[in-house]
C-alpha cells in the first residue's frame, strides 16, 4: 500500500516570505504526484503535478520537488501572499493510476 | 461554466436514516469519485466509477451506496449501517483515471447526524 504524510500540521510565513511544505510517501513505485490547496469550506483546487521522471516543476509562484531517493515532496510558494492562507494536501498515485493517497495536509497561514 | 455541482451543502440526519447527497458534472469526464474528509486526516475514498454503469469501492466503502445511471451524475447514498457518518463529503470528477489528469472537486456537502 501507500502512506503519505506531511511533516507539519501547520505553518505560519510572514507575507511576502517564501513558504516550504513538506510531504513523504513510502512507496518507490509511485509514480505521479499533486499537490492541491484547500480554503475552508471549500473543495481542493489543484494546484501542480509532477511525474516521477521529473525532479522539479514550476507554475506561477509555485515549485514542486520531488526526491525519489527519499520519498520526499515539497511545494514551495514564492512572496506568500494572505490569498495563500488554505489547507495544502499533497497526493500520490501509484499501482498505474488506479490509487490515489491524499496526505493528512498543512494549514498554511499567511501572517501580515 | 463548467464545474461540479455538489448539494446539499450542509445536511443533518437522525440516526437510522439514510440520506444521499447528489453531485452532477458538466466537464464531460468519464471518471467520478467520492470522498469522506474528516478532521486531522486526509481524503478517504468511498467509491469510484471510471464509466457509466460501472463503478469500484474504495478504502471505506462500507455503509455507503452509489449508482451512476449517467455520466454527468453520481449520487452517493450513506445508509444507516454506516456508524459514523458525520462529516464532510467530496466529489471529485476527472478526464479518465487519476494518472491521466487532475481532480476537480466539489464544494462539499457537510453531513452531521443527530
Known amino acids: 500500500g501507500e502512506s503519505v504524510g506531511l511533516h507539519l500540521p501547520t505553518l505560519s510565513v510572514q507575507e511576502g516570505d517564501n513558504s516550504i511544505i513538506n510531504c513523504a510517501y513510502s512507496n518507490s513505485a509511485s509514480d505521479y504526484f499533486i499537490w492541491y490547496k484547500q480554503e475552508s469550506g471549500k473543495g481542493p483546487q489543484f494546484i501542480i503535478d509532477i511525474r516521477s521522471n521529473m525532479d522539479k516543476r514550476q507554475g506561477q509562484r509555485v515549485t514542486v520537488l520531488l526526491n525519489k531517493t527519499v520519498k520526499h515532496l515539497s511545494l514551495q510558494i514564492a512572496a506568500t501572499q494572505p490569498g495563500d492562507s488554505a489547507v495544502y494536501f499533497c497526493?500520490?498515485?501509484?499501482?498505474?493510476?488506479?490509487?490515489?493517497?491524499f496526505g493528512t495536509g498543512t494549514q498554511l497561514k499567511v501572517e501580515l | 461554466d463548467g464545474g461540479i455541482t455538489q448539494s446539499p451543502k450542509y445536511l443533518f440526519r437522525k440516526e437510522g436514516q439514510n440520506v444521499t447527497l447528489s453531485c452532477e458534472q458538466n466537464?464531460?469526464?468519464?471518471?467520478m469519485y467520492w470522498y469522506r474528509q474528516d478532521p486531522g486526516q486526509g481524503l478517504r475514498l468511498i467509491y469510484y466509477s471510471q464509466i457509466v454503469n460501472d463503478f469500484q469501492k474504495g478504502d471505506i466503502a462500507e455503509g455507503y451506496s452509489v449508482s451512476r445511471e449517467k455520466k454527468e451524475s453520481f449520487p452517493l447514498t450513506v445508509t444507516s449501517a454506516q456508524k459514523n457518518p458525520t462529516a464532510f463529503y467530496l466529489c471529485a470528477s476527472s478526464i479518465l483515471r487519476y494518472g491521466t489528469g487532475e481532480l476537480f472537486f466539489g464544494e462539499g456537502s457537510r453531513l452531521t447526524v443527530l
Open positions: 497526493a500520490v498515485v501509484t499501482g498505474g493510476g488506479n490509487k490515489l493517497t
Open positions: 466537464l464531460n469526464h468519464d471518471a
